[in-house]
């Protein structure tokens, strides 16, 4: 199967050499390579020709209208960071946790920031290109593989600086270290980590090789997606696609295997994918977080896609990739020419 979009490229963190980068003096050198994010999990890109942004939206089903792995990630300029620089030194930024070393491209390195919209309409006042903080679900599938592994570790590293402030053993504020990886606390000197969340997803089929697809009571009404939850303390991966099936659907599975994975900041998890198969079709819904769910032919399938009947999974994510797995081909989706 095809790697999910934030999964097709791995990039050169450069481990190694994390402790001893003086990330200030990479952003005063014209060669690095500086990307921007902000809140909300949004990625700063260049608008083109012919691509226009719609609103932003929730589960992950806005998807653009070019090619696939085409789009590309915004470089700040000299005049960008000079004018950046100029607000809040390089020091400053990078003891806030608003700055962070993202290994290197041969021998050009890479780094991100943290911007604000204010800033970002500072930095449109010395560029002709139009730019857009976008979420990156809405455009991960859009950029290149490359681009969309250095958005995926940029909005995983801004999240957990924003939500890691504190020592969780001594309350103690933590220091920035290891160009932006590591929370080093300077009372009893406990090392805080970027951490993700372990979460199983399965697409289910049974004998008839149909898919179960399930209606989440959160979602909007015409969206459907497959099984997923989180991975318990103790448990198994193969044993959390057990529990889950059974918690969410009433059914018992077989046949676990493991396909592929993907990183998702929403909030900050690790999507592991299955596939299961199940031998009755017969499901019981917990009806408080499933309330609907049904099976599906591939025929059936498309057919509720093109005629707007069900939503499904937006091409940034692994649920999508999942399906087209069962399916056989790339989910056709009607025409939207939005990010």
């Known amino acids: 199967m095809n790697s999910p979009a934030l999964s097709r490229y791995r990039i050169d963190l450069d481990t190694g050499c994390r402790q001893f980068v003086h990330l200030p003096s990479l952003l005063r050198e014209a060669a690095t390579e500086v990307f921007a994010v902000s809140d909300r999990r949004r990625v700063l890109l260049p608008l083109t020709s012919g691509v226009t942004v719609g609103p932003e939206m929730a589960a992950s089903r806005a998807h653009v209208s070019a090619p696939f792995g085409t789009g590309n990630l915004y470089r700040l300029s000299s ?166 099936v059974g918690e969410e659907v009433g059914l018992e599975v077989d046949e676990v295997r493991y396909l592929t994975s993907q990183p998702w900041p929403y909030p900050r998890s690790l999507m592991l994918g299955f596939s299961a198969r199940c031998r009755t079709p017969y499901f019981i819904l917990d009806e408080a977080e499933i309330d609907r769910a049904l099976w599906v032919s591939r025929a059936e399938f498309m057919e509720l896609v093109a005629s707007r009947q069900i939503s499904p999974p937006g091409p940034s994510t692994i649920a999508s990739n999942l399906i087209e797995n069962w399916l056989g081909c790339p989910i056709i989706r009607p025409e939207d020419h939005n990010l």
């Open 79 to 244: 005049a960008e960071r000079q004018f950046l620089g100029q607000l809040q030194s390089w020091e400053e930024r990078y003891q806030a946790g608003k700055a962070w070393y993202l290994g290197r491209t041969g021998a050009t390195s890479r780094v991100a920031l943290f911007i604000t919209d204010d800033e970002l309409a500072g930095i449109a006042e010395h560029t002709e290109t139009s730019l857009r903080l976008i979420p990156l679900r809405q455009v991960g599938a859009f950029l290149n593989g490359q681009d969309a592994a250095i958005a995926t570790h940029a909005t995983c590293l801004a999240l957990w600086h924003l939500e890691t402030n504190y020592c969780s053993r001594c309350a103690t504020r933590l220091e920035i270290a290891a160009a932006g990886w590591e929370l080093h606390c300077p009372r009893c000197g406990d090392i805080v980590y970027p951490r993700q969340d372990p979460s199983v997803i399965v697409a289910i089929s049974d004998e008839a090789d149909r898919l179960l697809l399930a209606h989440n009571s959160a979602w909007e009404n015409n969206f459907y997606s497959v099984i997923a939850g989180y991975v318990e303390a103790g448990e198994s991966l193969e044993g959390a696609v057990h529990r889950e």
